[in-house]
Structure formats: C-alpha cells, structure tokens
C-alpha cells in the first residue's frame, strides 16, 4: 500500500517541526534591518520540510543531515511575504527573492517613473521639504527596501548600526507608518509589489533576477 500525502497545513506543520527550529535573538529583521516586531521567519520554511517528511515520520538527525541547523530568526512582515514559501541557500540569496518582488519593472514603462518619484519624495522628507504622508507612495517603500537589501547582499554594511543615517531615519519613519494601522504591512507589500493578492503557490509570478544595484539612493 502506498504512502498516503499529507494534505498541508501551516499551523498543523508549525507546531510538527517547533521542535527542530532554534531561536536567533533580536528586534531586526535578518534580511532588511527593519524593526520585526516579533515577527519571525522559518530557515528552512515549514513547507519545505513538510515536503521532504512526504507524508511520513522524520528524525531531527534527518533534517539536520539534509538542511543543517534550523532557525527562527527576526524578520518584517514584509520581508516574510517577499519570501514565502522560497528556501536558498544563504540569506544574501533570501534577500534577492525578496527585492526580486521591489526591481523596476521593464514590463511596465511606468514603473520607472514610480521608482523615481518615490526616490524624489523621500529626498524631500529627509531634506524638511515633506511630511510623514510619502510613506503611503509604495515607491518610496521600494526604494527604502531595496537600498537596504541591496546594502546587505553588497556588503556595504554588516547589520542596521552601520546604515547611512538617511536609511536609519527613513526606516524608523516607515516602521511607524506601517504600525500605525492594523493590516497595513500586508497591504503595503501588495501595492510594492504591484500584486492584487497575496498567493503563496511557488513560482506563480515571473521570476526579475537583479544583476546590478539600482541607483536609488536619496541624493541628500
């Protein structure tokens, strides 16, 4: 008789592999620098590890062998959208499936006009010249991300200490522009990624690979 599949559950599989998953301590996402607010995010994703028990029992030692340690580390709401159900193979890989979602978009003339307003607003907030009210621009949340992501896979910067003092303020603005609300994280990362909803089904969107840092930085 054959193995039954095991219909997938998040919550159900969340609380199967808790044991495995050791926490990493901190109040900043891994990938972004922004504040997570106790968000976290699951290195390997529980799916993944859903997939490779297929339906049957599994060892620690097994997963271990096949994944090596597995983590819960801090991590934004919007950072955990951007990923999703993805698994690579380092956090530089994870951070450029993430800013995969935030890239202009060649498909769409317009979207470069997007990146450039919102790059625009945001010199203005950091120069007096603007209010709080450019966070709603989702350009100006691409621009504060892929800088910081980009900052990251670049090497520019280890861990949000060493950030330019224009990214640390525009991130601390944008944080509590987004907790101002409930449910504007989620939302705010759709209209980023020019996404009508959320589906975690992998590989349903067209995949950008970024070959190159943008040139986005606020000219302050």
């Known amino acids: 008789m054959g193995r039954v599949k095991e219909r997938y559950n998040r919550r159900a599989a969340e609380q199967r592999f808790h044991p495995v998953y050791q926490p990493v301590a901190g109040d900043r996402c891994i990938y972004c620098g ?3 607010h106790g968000k976290l995010d699951h290195q390997p994703p529980v799916y993944v ?3 490779f028990a297929d339906g049957g029992l599994i060892t620690k030692k097994a997963i271990r062998e096949r994944f090596g340690e597995c983590k819960l580390v801090p991590c934004c709401t919007i950072c955990n959208m951007g990923l999703g159900a993805f698994h690579g193979r380092d956090d530089n890989e994870r951070r450029r499936e993430i800013a995969n979602w935030f890239l ?8 470069h006009f997007v990146m450039e307003l919102g790059r625009q607003l945001l010199e203005k907030r950091l120069q007096g010249k603007r209010g709080g009210e450019i ?3 989702p350009g100006v949340g691409r621009v504060i991300y892929l800088n910081a992501l980009f900052g990251f896979i670049d090497g520019d910067f280890n861990c949000p200490e060493e950030f330019p003092t224009w990214l640390q303020i525009a991130q601390t603005e944008l944080s509590e522009w987004l907790g101002a609300e409930p449910k504007r994280k989620s939302k705010y990362f759709l209209d980023m990624a020019n996404l009508a909803s959320y589906d975690l089904v992998v590989n349903r969107r067209a995949k950008l690979t970024p070959d190159r840092r943008p040139i986005l930085t606020p000219l302050l």
Do not use: G, I, K, Q
């Not at 202009?104 to 979207?111: A, G, K, M, N, T």
């Open 34 to 36: 922004m504040p997570s």
């Open 135 to 137: 966070y709603e621009f």
């Open 49 to 51: 590890l859903h997939r």
């Open 104 to 111: 202009v978009d060649d498909r769409y003339p317009e979207d």
